[in-house]
């Protein structure tokens, strides 16, 4: 069972800065991809940004531009760097680790823009 923390969450104005961090409670080596998904007011989840174990970095459309993943395998952890964040932004984000067979998750830090 591997365990996923978030936190770097908050309440900004719009065009601020937010950096998430997820931290792993064992070594982050092994997963395929680690990313970041949110779940807007009445919305679905979705992707946010992702990276892989080799370093790909991938992003939704909205956000290309203005966020930015990166891993620290040595502190077991991945930030999502957030720049010029906009109202629509405003979500629960959460810390995704996948591996071949199964999907851990974090519990999930509140990120509120306002405008």
């Known amino acids: 069972q591997v365990q996923l923390v978030e936190s770097g969450g908050g309440l900004v104005q719009a065009g601020g800065s937010l950096r998430l961090s997820c931290v792993a409670s064992r070594s982050i080596f092994s997963f395929n991809n680690m990313g970041w998904y949110r779940r807007g007011p009445g919305k679905q989840r979705e992707l946010v940004a992702g990276i892989t174990s080799s370093g790909r970095e991938n992003y939704a459309d909205s956000v290309k531009g203005r966020f930015t993943i990166s891993r620290d395998n040595a502190k077991n952890t991945v930030y999502l760097q957030m720049n010029s964040l906009k109202s629509e932004d405003t979500a629960v984000y959460y810390c995704?680790?996948?591996?071949?067979?199964?999907?851990?998750w974090g519990q999930g830090t509140q990120v509120t823009v306002s405008s």
């Open positions: 995704n680790a996948a591996e071949s067979y199964r999907d851990y």
